[in-house]
């Protein structure tokens, strides 16, 4: 079958969609600019420079570098997106004679065939068509892409980009699908795309077999799901043309005991021999029991979140059948046993990892750490498929320490982060290689990310001196809300989105007590809109927060039934054995629970009504057994039933029999650099937001 080209298939997209002129010049006239500047210096002493194969000083690299991207506004849907990025030899201050002993330094700077240590280069690393569709999204072309197999593995100045396509819906409910099919890839250091077995991290023998061939074809398909409360499952398989086959699972559950919350997680990967092992043969290359790859790896972890602190307790098992192929740094143990520069999927493997992340936000704005120890029991009779970092030396076991050290900057330098990363290797000898190689790394990382006013000066004073004309900045947002809000957020975003057509705001509906436990754990909102003051005041006890919580609605609970004879017995009904169950949502994750137990107990109704009790994950499930027949009656919010229900279906409870509910919200520390989280925050105070929230059933904020 004739293979076909990705990029062209989008240069054909941009010449067929020129023609709506007008709108197409309205697409890029509202498109969104991002930009980067960083800086990296790198320096690895070893404990034997010889050990490296090479006799030369230790390794060290200067470079600067960064990155603009540029995304068109949605045309009926479709998008058009690029990003340029380049690294330098800034002032020549890093010399070839630096790189003699380099290992993970190299990626600083171009690795093309003939190049020298220290070249510096610019590549246009994303140039892709995107189309939407409900809540689809699709990319086309070079772009950066996240799964268990592919990252952008962004440590570097130039993150891996692929060429291929992806889709990501979210259509099916609390169910993401994801399916990738990529023809290239182009890594850290290279100018240029090539085949997907061209890289760095390839087993040895299938990049040779490949040379000058064409490459076989990957494809990743892949879900995660979370209508389990607080379990996130996923389920993925990978393809490789003719070369192997991968399966993984993984579960995540994290549960909040007090003000400790506790994860677990557990991953498995199954790998399957369709062609790899006649490759490789890693019986009479790599000491394994026969030339078949099949093989697996487990990991499990262990995460505690403590206040400002979150602690990490993991251990993974290769088996001893074969290394676990990964050559596009989607490392198979990562967020488990993975340390910088290991890998222990290597057959026979077992390792430990235990990491103190330490937010020092109290004592010094901007400051946190990660700490860890990491232990790696290897097979020493085993040789690596490929040469991933020092791995590739055929060292035996290893122990490791790493500390990271980041500092945020405000004020003047907002947007400033700072890194500084120190690495104590310590790598045993083998019989297959007897030499010293453990070593101490140190890099310091320098990153400036703007947009906005800042990244408007800069873009357009380089369109004016390429005679072209300044754009429009747009930003997106993540927001949180209670699903009491649900109603009457629809209305008040679409309203903002009409004032602020080129920003994007993506609304999640939760429980208040679970959405908390799942940002806790790293789900990166911006806004978070509770239905109490609990957990916004939580947010910024945890140091998690840019702002004060403020109230912006007050709750009303009303009681809800279709059988209007049943009303008319008030919440009396509920003693009679016409009530066989009574919905209310889950005290543990949602406020509006807390406060039908206070009017159960209030009314004096608390024991008759314990039998009856159905529990909603969140209080538009509560709704939802009602409206099933699940449940006769219901206490719920107000908010959901008034303008889609009958007056005749409700009754509102009276106000002093259960406690003020203020509903507050915060922004969060991911929506530091984003101006338009405060802006939106200051609109849900406003007039409109406010008489919205009235409209829909609640108080106005107090």
Same mark, same amino acid.
């Given at each position: ?69 540029? =995304? ?10 690029? !990003?340029?990025?380049?690294? #330098? ?6 010399? $070839? /004679? ?13 690795? *093309? ?18 189309? %939407?569709?409900?809540?689809? +999204?699709?990319?086309?072309?070079r772009f950066l892409t996240t799964n ?41 250091? @290279? ?11 390839? $087993? ?27 379990? /996130? ?7 490789? *043309? ?5 399966? @993984? ?51 499990? =972890? ?18 001893? %059948? ?9 490392? $198979? ?23 103190? %992340? ?18 790696? %029991? ?5 040789? $690596?498929?490929?040469? @991933?970092?020092?791995?590739?030396? !055929? ?32 790598? +045993? ?23 906005? /006013? ?40 679409? /309203?903002? &989105? ?19 436990? #799942? ?6 909102? *911006? ?10 005041? +939580? ?14 609605? @007050? ?5 809800f039934s279709h059988d209007e004879e ?23 994750l949602a406020p509006y629970g807390v ?15 314990? *039998? ?8 538009? &499930? ?56 405060? +802006? ?23």
């Amino acid at each position: 079958m004739k293979r076909f080209s990705i990029v062209a298939i989008v240069v054909f997209a941009l010449l067929s969609t020129s023609q709506a002129a007008e709108t197409i010049s309205d697409a890029f006239k509202n498109g969104k600019w991002e930009g980067r500047i960083r800086m990296q210096y790198f320096l690895t002493d070893w404990d034997d420079n010889s050990a490296t194969g090479k006799n030369g000083d230790d390794a060290s690299g200067f470079a600067i570098g960064g990155s603009i991207l540029y =995304k068109t506004a949605s045309y009926h849907g479709f998008t058009l997106g690029s !990003g340029l990025y380049t690294t #330098q030899n800034a002032f020549n201050i890093t010399d $070839p /004679e630096d790189g003699v002993t380099a290992t993970t330094s190299k990626d600083l700077f171009l690795r *093309d065939a003939g190049s020298k240590y220290a070249e510096g280069f610019t590549t246009l690393a994303q140039l892709y068509m995107g189309y %939407d569709f409900a809540r689809t +999204k699709t990319k086309t072309g070079r772009f950066l892409t996240t799964n268990p197999w592919v990252t952008p593995n962004d440590t570097k100045m130039i993150p891996i980009a692929v060429e291929g396509i992806e889709i990501v819906s979210n259509d099916l409910l609390n169910t993401t699908i994801q399916f990738n099919y990529t023809q290239k890839i182009k890594e850290r250091g @290279m100018s240029y795309f090539d085949g997907m077995a061209t890289t760095g991290d390839t $087993p040895t023998q299938i990049l040779n077999h490949y040379a000058g061939k064409n490459n076989p074809d990957l494809f990743i398909l892949g879900a995660k799901n979370r209508s389990i409360d607080n379990l /996130e499952l996923q389920a993925w398989g990978m393809h490789w *043309d003719n070369l192997v086959d991968q399966a @993984m699972i993984e579960a995540n559950y994290a549960t909040e005991i007090g003000d400790v919350i506790i994860g677990f997680g557990g991953r498995y990967i199954k790998q399957s021999d369709i062609g790899a092992g006649d490759i490789i043969l890693p019986q009479a290359n790599n000491n394994d029991s026969n030339n078949k790859i099949d093989g697996s790896l487990w990991a499990l =972890k262990t995460t505690i979140n403590i206040g400002n602190s979150r602690v990490l307790i993991a251990t993974s098992h290769t088996s001893n %059948d074969a290394d676990i192929i990964a050559p596009w740094r989607g490392f $198979p143990t990562n967020g488990y046993t993975r340390s910088k520069t290991q890998t222990d999927w290597n057959a026979g493997t077992t390792s430990y990892k235990a990491q103190l %992340d330490y937010d020092w936000g109290n004592y010094v704005e901007g400051l946190s750490t990660v700490l860890s120890y990491s232990k790696y %029991d290897r097979d020493e009779s085993k040789k $690596p498929y490929q040469s @991933m970092t020092n791995r590739g030396f !055929g060292n035996g076991d290893t122990n490791q320490w790493n500390l990271d050290v980041i500092q945020k900057l405000s004020g003047n330098f907002d947007g400033v982060e700072l890194k500084a990363r120190f690495m104590d290797q310590d790598n +045993k000898p083998t019989a297959l290689y007897p030499k010293e190689t453990s070593n101490r790394e140190m890099r310091l990382e320098a990153n400036y990310r703007f947009q906005g /006013e800042t990244m408007k000066k800069i873009i357009v004073a380089t369109l004016l001196i390429l005679g072209l004309n300044g754009s429009l900045f747009a930003d997106k947002l993540t927001v949180f809300a209670a699903s009491s809000t649900k109603l009457a957020m629809q209305e008040i975003v679409s /309203e903002f &989105q009409k004032l602020n057509p080129n920003d994007e705001i993506v609304v999640t509906y939760s429980a208040t007590g679970k959405a908390y436990a #799942q940002f806790s754990n790293g789900l990166d909102y *911006d806004i978070f809109l509770a239905a109490d003051t609990t957990y916004p005041a +939580k947010i910024v006890s945890d140091g998690n927060a840019i702002s004060e919580p403020q109230t912006y609605a @007050m709750g009303v609970v009303a009681l809800f039934s279709h059988d209007e004879e049943l009303l008319k017995e008030g919440l009396e009904v509920i003693k009679s054995d016409k009530i066989k169950h009574l919905s209310i949502a889950n005290p543990r994750l949602a406020p509006y629970g807390v406060a039908a137990l206070e009017i159960l107990k209030n009314y004096g109704l608390e024991e008759g009504a314990k *039998d009856k009790l159905v529990l909603g994950d969140n209080i538009a &499930q509560s709704v939802q057994f009602v409206d099933s027949g699940a449940a006769e009656v219901g206490l719920v919010a107000f908010s959901l039933i008034k303008s889609t229900k009958k007056p005749s279906e409700y009754q509102l409870i009276d106000l002093s029999k259960y406690s003020p509910m203020k509903q507050a919200f915060v922004l969060t520390k991911y929506a530091k650099d984003k101006p338009l989280a405060k +802006k939106f925050g200051d609109f849900l105070l406003l007039d409109f937001a406010q008489n919205s929230f009235e409209k829909y059933g609640f108080g106005k904020a107090k």
